[in-house]
């Protein structure tokens, strides 16, 4: 029974995808006597949390003290945008807390469950922690290994290309897919490109195919040679260039300078102290290659298409685990892990 109303509170969570960054996503379902009486999910970062949203949601409030809370994640024991949630089950003298997975960040810990068996309440761990893990890949990578989420984007033909010669690359995936990428854009916090993306291309890297907030550009250009009148430099949303060169914040573009020796971990490592959660590097193929061969990768999303170009810009190569696989319209979409 554990396992159904968690996985109803998986589901919940879900909901909050795009919005809650840096916080990971949170389900909570409350249940009486096998009936759910309260759902909620955390809905906006700076927002009240799952469980205090399933609890507004309960009419009877007296029915709490009877209830098991079902939690995709602890509930925080300290005072962040929002009071902690511990105190507040505690306070509402909840019967019994299931959580799917203990939280990563220091701030908590064990801290929200060992405060809640510290006040009588039962507290069940790792139901269908598995699927909590999975869910919450971002935020446990982001806090276990101090590093953003990288997803690595590509379309490529039949033939193994990611553009022509001349680097021309559109458009290789049909609309559909197209309008898949719009709608991971919203997902994840940030995109990145190399240089000769951004000169051959000249990217807006914002969300036109789907609804929701567009998500903080990144540019790779070493040497600083790229030109300031393409699309990414406009100002429009939050820019982040990264180079060897100079240090300088404009209005809402940071010029960063990095050492040349490591120059992508140094990378990684100023988006995780940005509070970067997630990125999606959507090219180009060397830039893709850089990534791939220095292992600073999580995951990679390739679109195939049934085109094609005889010779070209060959596709990225890497050493991967196809985990998952779907057909859109024309193209084949595969999901890689490491």
């Known amino acids: 029974m554990d396992e159904i109303f968690m996985r109803r509170a998986l589901e919940l969570a879900?909901?909050?995808?795009g919005h809650v960054s840096p916080n990971p996503l949170v389900g909570c379902v409350i249940v009486h006597?096998?009936?759910?009486?309260?759902?909620?999910?955390?809905?906006?970062y700076g927002e009240a949390h799952a469980e205090v949203n399933a609890v507004r949601d309960v009419t009877d409030k007296m029915l709490l003290s009877h209830s098991t809370v079902y939690v995709t994640l602890e509930p925080c024991s300290h005072f962040g945008k929002t009071p902690p949630c511990a105190d507040m089950?505690?306070?509402e003298k909840v019967k019994k807390v299931v959580i799917a997975n203990l939280d990563s960040n220091p701030l908590v810990a064990g801290r929200g469950m060992k405060k809640l068996q510290a006040a009588g309440i039962e507290v069940i761990t790792d139901v269908l922690s598995d699927e909590g893990r999975e869910l919450n890949r971002r935020f446990f990578t982001f806090m276990e290994r101090q590093q953003p989420y990288m997803i690595l984007k590509w379309a490529e033909t039949?033939?193994?290309?990611?553009?022509?010669?001349?680097f021309d690359s559109k458009w290789i995936s049909n609309e559909l897919s197209r309008q898949w990428v719009h709608r991971w854009r919203t997902e994840e916090d940030a995109v990145l490109v190399g240089i000769r993306t951004a000169q051959h291309d000249n990217p807006r890297l914002n969300v036109r195919s789907w609804t929701g907030r567009d998500p903080i550009r990144?540019?790779?250009d070493r040497f600083l040679k790229l030109n300031p009148t393409l699309h990414l430099f406009d100002g429009t949303q939050r820019t982040i260039c990264y180079n060897t060169v100079r240090s300088e914040e404009r209005p809402n573009l940071s010029f960063v300078k990095l050492p040349a020796e490591d120059f992508?971990?140094?990378?990684v490592t100023d988006l995780y102290h940005r509070k970067i959660q997630s990125v999606i590097i959507e090219g180009g193929a060397q830039t893709l290659q850089l990534f791939i061969d220095q292992g600073l990768w999580d995951e990679a999303r390739v679109f195939t298409a049934p085109v094609t170009f005889g010779k070209g810009i060959s596709a990225p190569r890497m050493n991967a685990k196809l985990?998952?696989?779907h057909k859109i319209q024309s193209d084949t979409l595969k999901i890689f892990r490491p």
Do not use: C
């Open 33 to 44: 006597e096998g009936v759910i009486i309260g759902e909620g999910w955390h809905k906006k």
């Open 264 to 267: 992508l971990q140094a990378l």
């Open 218 to 220: 990144i540019v790779i």
């Open 14 to 17: 879900t909901l909050g995808r």
């Open 158 to 166: 039949a033939d193994g290309f990611v553009a022509r010669e001349n």
């Open 89 to 91: 089950l505690i306070a």
């Open 323 to 325: 985990i998952e696989q």
